[in-house]
């Protein structure tokens, strides 16, 4: 029995994630979105999900599809305006108290999540250190600066956008795809890719970007 | 008096960067100071989203919607550029790999004190991304914002009135009216728009001046504003 | 009563690898298993100097000093195979992503705790490597080790006499003599050589052992030890 | 003036470092050592230097001439045992008490000097809690688990075994060879790459395996 991680869709592929879910979901600037897995996930209208995705409203995610349904009970994000003056559905559901936010200066967000998936429980940087963001966090003085103590980050699923991934589920990444994807990769229980090609034969080694090991299923999307 | 407009002080900006540095620029008004270098300078540009060595943008036959700045726009990857993924560009900045951070601001203050992240809009979403990082490990950290709000009121204070992005961190100050080194004692200005007096300049500041002895005229060639 | 030599310990470890699992193997003894993965399942090797996906030896005239394994072997990498950076291979191994290692040592207590890096040799120097790494974070430590010393003191004991590896960690133990798992209840005999009476296996081992109701016969197909 | 961060020797790329410098080395089971330069900085004969290099004793690392010309005063590593009976070079000099020793968990090791380069001044880790090598450690509970906190590493310099970089001093790896590099690159304030290729042309984007922004020389060797 061959190692073979690619599944026929992407509604297989999120089948089983459950009621209260914690989910990761890559993508940056517009690039590296999981998109269709966001939109099979939503129409399995499972709620109470915490969302870990770096922006809450960036127009080029389908993350707001999860919130519009209803389906999100908290986000973990470095960024959560809508663009405008309008308020995007996070804001409004915000603003009513329907949902939870925790904010993170986005390196810290990168590295809790990287601690999470390096069995790293908790690390100092000197991010939010002083400033609101940092209010409540224990602090503490290394060489004469200071630092605040961030605790890993971990998730039930992960959804990941990559370019080509094998069968054993290696992937490759195409520019700025990559961005928070193998972090997250390798932070949740299950990871999830989509791609624009799942091949059988195995990328080459010094092509492959994030080791399949780290990525339970593949679909192509 | 002249002030500079908003491509003019990225010009000025620009001028100041070094053969070889490794630079981050802000998103809005800061990202366009990479039109600026010098002639025969190389600069790497850093954005955030982990592209390291960003190009100018894509022309729209070249955009590749995989190939974007940390503020989306479609670029291109300078020679001798990459990409990494961003725990390692966060890594990077973090570990004070960068030389120059510029970033816009609401307020800074005469202790370095950078506010640029929250300006208590009622009701929209916090929006922090990689502020605070590159606040608080850059080595130097440049901002270029307007000297005023619209309504004149200063935005060089003797304290921030708006949450921190990070304490102590400013090292330069380039506004439409002066560019000013932050030091230890506070606001050095260098350079001032012509036909400004420093009494002027200093009404229109919320702490003390001091003026370097050399201190210069702040001067840009003709460029037209941007959208 | 026949004991396994090593290569069939090697063996019978093998056995137990499942199809997809994720394995380190220690060097010395634990990296010959790779050559018993059972007839189509596939397992990924991990060597902790960042080679995921390792393959069996480079024959002579393939030889690649730079495609080496943690323990300096020249090697060759499996189909899906790749190579990634230290930091990263340990990331993976600290952060739980190894299904099982399989570690020799000195000694392992009925409390799972470890002994195998430090054999108190005089003058010599410390030598830990990643065997604390893989004892603390992998999901399974399986250890392979002749059941007794050289002069027959037991290596299964109720507490472990050498400075420990790490505290309450592995899971099963494949000796010449039998398998045993370890649980919360110390150790449960689930193979024992065909000719060894349980009464003899017990007064070679330094805590009570459990029999499984299902307890079988360790045998093994004949292989020859190896150098 | 381009970049350009070639230079014409191994003896000139070590040529400023002085006295008493903590130099990281790569190299692991025998791939990646940063040869050259160690035998370049032995011929300089600066003393008093730390190194940090996983292994004090491997056969296949010229990190001992360093350690028998005398120059050594401490070391920092995962492995410090020669092979066979007989005392290496390094265990003489530990066992006469002439030389300080570090020794750390291979993987406290990585990811010390990752934090090293990435502004984590201290992390916890579960390796080496509840063994000698964990004694005097501040140790502290996370969901229910032990860990111990570990301090970074930084360098003055790393010397780092690369296959082919260009002018802009972008790295290339061949197979195992990456192993320490990486990391070492980020963490020094110098770091000086030896590489079988050193090239004008950049290497693409794609196929660049450590960004060049963290590393300040190159030699062919």
Same mark, same amino acid.
């Given at each position: 029995m061959a190692i073979d991680k690619r599944v026929g869709s992407a509604a297989e592929a999120v089948a089983d994630i459950g009621e209260g879910a914690v989910v990761m979901i890559s993508g940056f600037g517009g690039a590296g979105f999981a998109n269709s897995l966001v939109l099979a996930l939503r129409d399995r209208k499972v709620g109470g999900l915490t969302l870990v995705v770096n922006s809450a409203t960036h127009p080029l995610s389908q993350t707001h599809t999860l919130i519009e349904a209803g389906l999100v009970r908290?986000?973990?994000?470095?960024?959560?305006?809508?663009?405008?003056a309008d308020?995007?559905?996070?804001? =409004? =559901?915000?603003k009513a108290g329907k949902i939870e936010l925790t904010v993170l200066p986005q390196g810290t967000f990168a590295d809790s999540i990287r601690a999470g998936g390096a069995g790293i429980p908790a690390y100092y940087t000197p991010a939010a250190y002083g400033t609101g963001l940092g209010e409540g966090?224990?602090?503490?003085?290394?060489?004469?600066?200071d630092y605040v103590l961030e605790e890993a980050i971990t998730a039930d699923v992960?959804?990941?956008?990559?370019?080509?991934?094998?069968?054993f589920g290696n992937l490759t990444f195409r520019h700025a795809q990559k961005n928070f994807g193998p972090a997250m990769a390798t932070a949740a229980k299950l990871t999830i890719a989509e791609v624009r090609v799942a091949q059988s034969e195995p990328i080459a080694p010094d092509r492959i970007e994030l080791p399949g090991v780290f990525v339970n299923r593949v679909v192509t999307a | 008096m002249t002030p500079l407009n908003?491509?003019?002080i990225a010009w000025r900006v620009g001028q100041d960067f070094e053969n070889g540095m490794l630079v981050n620029l802000g998103l809005g008004m800061p990202v366009n100071c990479s039109d600026y270098i010098r002639e025969g300078r190389e600069v790497v540009i850093q954005s955030e989203?982990?592209?390291i060595g960003a190009g100018p943008l894509a022309s729209p036959n070249a955009a590749d919607s995989d190939l974007v700045d940390a503020g989306s726009r479609k670029i291109t990857i300078a020679p001798g550029g990459t990409v990494i993924d961003s725990a390692w560009s966060f890594a990077m900045i973090r570990g004070g790999h960068i030389d120059v951070t510029v970033l816009g601001?609401?307020?800074v203050a005469a202790n370095g004190d950078l506010a640029n992240w929250d300006n208590r809009i009622p009701d929209k979403g916090p929006l922090v991304g990689g502020a605070m990082d590159l606040a608080a490990a850059a080595k130097e950290v440049w901002v270029m914002m307007d000297h005023t709000t619209r309504k004149g009121a200063p935005?060089? =204070?003797?304290?921030?009135t708006l949450p921190l992005t990070a304490p102590s961190c400013v090292t330069r100050i380039y506004t439409d009216l002066a560019v000013i080194w932050r030091d230890a004692e506070g606001f050095l200005v260098k350079e001032i728009v012509a036909g400004l007096s420093r009494e002027d300049l200093q009404s229109r500041t919320g702490a003390p001046l001091r003026f370097a002895p050399d201190c210069g005229v702040l001067a840009a060639p003709d460029i037209a504003e941007k959208d």
């Open positions: 908290k986000v973990i994000c470095s960024a959560a305006r809508g663009r405008g308020l995007s559905p996070f804001e =409004l =559901l915000y966090k224990e602090t503490r003085r290394f060489n004469g600066r992960a959804f990941v956008r990559g370019d080509i991934a094998d069968r | 908003r491509q003019q989203n982990g592209v601001a609401f307020e935005r060089l =204070l003797g304290a921030c």
